[in-house]
């Protein structure tokens, strides 16, 4: 089992940074791929980025492509997401997701349904 919290969401000015932190509990976090996901209000949950269990291989939406940044810390059982350049359309609730089941720690997917562990999420407001 793994548990996910979010955190370092907030409001921030078209043009700025965040950065996100997904701490994670449950034995053996380092051999599961993750990802973060967001959903804006009256939209379906979106792929924002996906990195392996070991770190070695990342991917992200052509949105945030450039933009954003996904890393982790397997010794603090952490994955980060830095976001530059900050624009409205980024608004939304940010979630970190673990995979179902474990693979090789070289996989990732951007599909939602490769991942079964998700936290409870964090707003990201961009003013204008």
């Known amino acids: 089992q793994v548990q996910l919290v979010e955190s370092g969401g907030g409001l921030v000015q078209a043009g700025g940074s965040l950065r996100l932190s997904c701490a994670a509990s449950?034995?053996?976090?380092?051999?599961?791929?993750s990802a973060w996901f967001r959903q804006a209000p009256g939209k379906e949950r979106e792929f924002v980025s996906t990195?392996?269990?070991?770190?070695?291989?990342?991917y992200y939406a052509d949105s945030v492509k450039g933009r954003f940044t996904v890393s982790r810390d397997n010794a603090k059982n952490m994955v980060y997401l830095q976001m530059n350049d900050l624009k409205r359309e980024d608004t939304a609730v940010y979630y970190c997701?673990?995979?179902?089941?474990?693979?090789?720690?070289?996989?990732?997917?951007?599909?939602?349904?490769?991942?079964?562990?998700w936290g409870p999420g964090t707003q990201v407001t961009v003013s204008s």
């Open positions: 449950g034995r053996n976090f380092a051999i599961y791929a």
């Open positions: 997701a673990a995979a179902k089941r474990i693979y090789s720690d070289s996989t990732y997917s951007s599909d939602i349904s490769f991942y079964g562990y």
């Open positions: 990195i392996s269990g070991s770190g070695s291989n990342t």
